[in-house]
């Protein structure tokens, strides 16, 4: 079965200093990969998502994510993060049909000022 | 385009009782589901439908029941309210034209505490 590994549950960093969010998945010989945000008493919305083609994905807020297929990881990165960036984020992926996709439980990011 | 609407934002519920939660989505999305949130757990998905008259279980499906009588509406209902199913509950919905790459969207979420 598909699994998605969010190594931190937690990372308080400070303001304006860069972030790394860590995200493994179980292997597939084809897979999609997502990070979602979760503000505060938000629903889910999409930061970027990996398809195919080149391994590093941009997405929105400043946000990136590279996808390692040898080391079955998509982590997040942001080289400076901001107080708006205080969310849960949520790594997810997609193998195997488009109802089949698996979550990782979770990283709170904590930006302190 | 409001996007997919869930209500009610909050509830309370005493254990035994039944309730509906509401989801519709104007985005004419094939696929629709219900996820709960709790803890430690990430989000675990409950019922899922590929089109009206279509449902199926998710991972966590007990004490839940649906239905998708419209491509539209998508509606979750508790049978008999147990204090394990307080949670934050998410609606969502995806096209499923291009297969596994789409983006799924997600309702604001409706907080439900049983007592």
């Known amino acids: 079965a598909q699994s998605v590994t969010q190594l931190d549950s937690q990372v308080p960093v400070f303001e304006e200093a860069p972030v790394e969010l860590r995200c493994n998945y179980s292997?597939?010989?084809?897979?999609?990969l997502f990070w979602y945000v979760q503000y505060p008493n938000q629903g889910l919305q999409l930061l970027l998502k990996?398809?195919?083609?080149?391994?590093l994905v941009k997405g929105i807020n400043g946000f990136e994510a590279e996808f390692n297929k040898s080391q079955t990881s998509f982590h997040l990165r942001k080289p400076s993060v901001h107080i708006s960036d205080t969310a849960e984020y949520f790594c997810?992926?997609?193998?195997?049909?488009?109802?089949?996709?698996?979550f990782g439980i979770g990283t709170k990011l904590q930006v302190i000022p | 385009n409001a996007g997919v609407t869930q209500t009610p934002k909050f509830q309370v519920l005493k254990t035994g009782q039944s309730m509906t939660l509401q989801c519709a989505q104007d985005?004419?999305?094939?696929?629709m589901s219900w996820y709960r949130q709790d803890p430690g757990m990430g989000l675990r998905l409950i019922h899922y439908?590929?089109?009206?008259?279509?449902?199926d279980q998710g991972e966590v499906p007990n004490g839940y029941n649906v239905s998708r009588s419209t491509t539209e509406d998508f509606p979750l209902r508790l049978l008999s309210a147990a204090p394990s199913q307080t949670s934050v509950y998410f609606c969502?919905?995806?096209?499923?034209?291009?297969?596994?790459?789409?983006?799924?969207?997600f309702g604001e979420g409706s907080w439900l505490t049983v007592v």
């Open positions: 969502a919905s995806r096209p499923t034209g291009t297969g596994s790459g789409n983006t799924i969207y």
């Open positions: 292997s597939s010989v084809s897979v999609y």
């Open positions: 990996y398809l195919s083609g080149s391994t």
């Open positions: 997810a992926a997609n193998s195997g049909g488009y109802q089949k996709v698996t």
């Open positions: 985005m004419n999305h094939e696929y």
């Open positions: 439908s590929v089109g009206a008259g279509i449902t």
